[in-house]
């Protein structure tokens, strides 16, 4: 599909997804084709086997921010650097997937556990590990070379680039701040929100929104919209996210409801039951919590906790809470009709989905 053939005035989310694939593949097939050693196109592949399936919510919103604040003309440009998002996003998901030692991505194994192969030793799983390093920062140089052939005028390039710089030092941070919190359970209900802030609600909505707008030379006001939407929009985002480590089915989220659990992420959810509960469940979560080899059994076991101190039923209060907010913000913003429509829609999905 020619991202040509989609005018502005008719661009949905199906047609973004589209025209961003065609973006991606495009641009590996090229890479592919032009390594002639067997190892290094079978990475190529790996990267993208791991791009499919992907929901591509960034470029999507940074199409949209572009729409929202008046963006005309040619969209080349623009699915390119809504295609070069999606190349971090990549880089971010294969480096967590490491850090996180998860074994599946939607619902495919991950990319360290592919490399290491089935045998299973030590050595193999370095390789793995390393080997998964390093097409992670393949993909983080490669969202570069999308961005810096996207053919941006002066202007963009002067509005957008530090705008990213922004989002990728915010998604490491966030990353940090989650590394520090994970396997230290605390009932710390604004730290979790803090690094949800960073690691989702910025990264994953305000900056794709803002680059987008940026393309469209959006003024501060209609930046600021995009932030005062973003940010509980993100915030529910992620903590949507969160029940469906614990509560999600494989075959929706393509990734174990254990693993969460096991790598005892200290999340809002979690955090809330800490705080309300009595002793002898506090005793229980910090004991099942974090535990590797935790089995469903004992999942249930924290979800009947879960469910006891109130903690999920207050979760999905803040969800609904900063959907509205999310909402209230999009009756004033100065946007397109069509793209509040198209944002509604979003936060309806974003806040509300199975996977």
């Not at 390093?133 to 570069?144: E, I, K, N, R, T």
């Not at 469209?216 to 209609?222: I, N, P, Q, T, V």
């Not at 100065?334 to 999905?349: M, N, Q, R, W, Y």
Request: hydrophobic residues 45%; aromatic residues 6%.
């Amino acid at each position: 599909m020619s991202i040509h053939t989609i005018s502005p005035d008719i661009l949905d989310p199906v047609a973004t997804r589209a025209a961003v694939d065609t973006v991606l593949f495009d641009f590996l097939e090229n890479h592919r084709k032009n390594f002639g050693q067997r190892q290094l196109t079978r990475l190529v592949k790996l990267l993208e086997e791991f791009l499919v399936g992907g929901k591509r919510i960034r470029p999507i919103l940074a199409v949209l921010g572009w729409q929202a604040t008046g963006g005309k003309n040619d969209l080349t440009a623009v699915i390119r650097v809504a295609a070069s998002l999606e190349m971090f996003h990549a880089f971010a998901l294969i480096h967590d997937d490491i850090m996180d030692d998860s074994d599946t991505r939607r619902g495919r194994p991950t990319i360290h556990r592919i490399l290491a192969g089935k045998r299973g030793d030590d050595r193999t799983e370095r390789s793995g590990i390393g080997g998964a390093v390093l097409l992670g920062d393949l993909a983080f140089a490669w969202s570069d070379h999308l961005l810096h052939t996207a053919g941006l005028t002066p202007a963009q390039s002067a509005a957008v680039y530090p705008i990213l710089t922004e989002m990728r030092t915010e998604v490491m941070l966030g990353q940090y701040l989650d590394l520090r919190a994970t396997g230290e359970l605390t009932d710390d209900v604004e730290a979790t929100l803090t690094v949800n802030r960073y690691k989702t609600a910025k990264y994953t909505v305000e900056r794709p929104l803002h680059i987008g707008a940026a393309l469209a030379g959006a003024d501060a006001r209609a930046l600021a919209a995009c932030t005062a939407y973003a940010l509980p929009l993100g915030e529910a985002f992620q903590l949507r996210d969160d029940l469906l480590g614990v509560y999600g089915d494989i075959r929706d989220t393509g990734k174990s409801r254990l693993d969460d659990l096991r790598a005892g992420k200290n999340t809002t959810l979690v955090a809330l039951a800490l705080r309300a509960g009595d002793a002898a469940q506090r005793s229980r979560l910090r004991t099942l919590i974090g535990d590797p080899g935790l089995d469903e059994t004992g999942a249930e076991e924290v979800r009947a906790i879960f469910a006891a101190t109130g903690a999920r039923d207050a979760v999905e209060r803040m969800i609904d809470d900063r959907y509205r907010r999310a909402l209230g913000v999009l009756d004033s913003a100065p946007f397109t009709t069509d793209a509040v429509t198209a944002l509604k829609h979003l936060s309806a999905t974003a806040t509300r989905r199975n996977s």
